[in-house]
């Protein structure tokens, strides 16, 4: 059974707000990125971590996150290269608008998700599910994890038993905080 986790997106990026695709490439932190990981930190405050652990990705943007939103609440942020983002080949730090496929795009993270999948050379949906199940196989004590987009799809999708098919009905969303225990998603937000 896989412990409880708290799930942590990074804070906006330059390049997010650039509509980049970043994949394993990184970008700084913007101010509004490290307003949300503030805001990750006062959620995380008022809840209880004792005997949590926090896992991080080792790519910047994760790991600064992490040391706002996880800063005086654990003794220690240790990264996992399982947590880092899903990579995406050929399209790494392209802008969105500059890819040539076969439909229109808006400029929502949802709209992009299959770009992930398509990929010229990146990893995949079925690669990225695989290295998140074994992370989480080997997880053994409650953590707060503070990966990427996708990823931290991958990994709600997993604890909750859905199909990779259905990673579009999860949210995305930074500056919030998903709780899962028991295979129930709780989202937590500053005034909810």
Known sequence: MIPPVYILRHGQTE????????GRLDSPLTEQGRAQARAQRQI?????LTGFQALCSP???????ASIALDGLVAAINTDQCLSEIAVGEW??????ELIIDRP????EESALDLYERAPGGEGFVALHARCRAFLERLSQPS????HGITSRMLRL???????????R???GQGVVYHLENKEMKRLSIGA
């Open 59 to 65: 790519q910047g943007r994760a790991f600064h996150t």
């Open 44 to 48: 995380l405050g008022s809840c209880d």
């Open 144 to 147: 707060v994890l503070v990966t």
């Open 15 to 22: 390049w997010n707000a650039q509509h980049r695709i970043q």
């Open 170 to 172: 999860l949210p995305g």
């Open 92 to 97: 790494e730090g392209m802008r969105r608008d």
């Open 158 to 168: 997993i604890i909750l038993e859905m199909d990779i098919s259905e990673i579009g």
């Open 105 to 108: 795009m808006d400029e929502s």
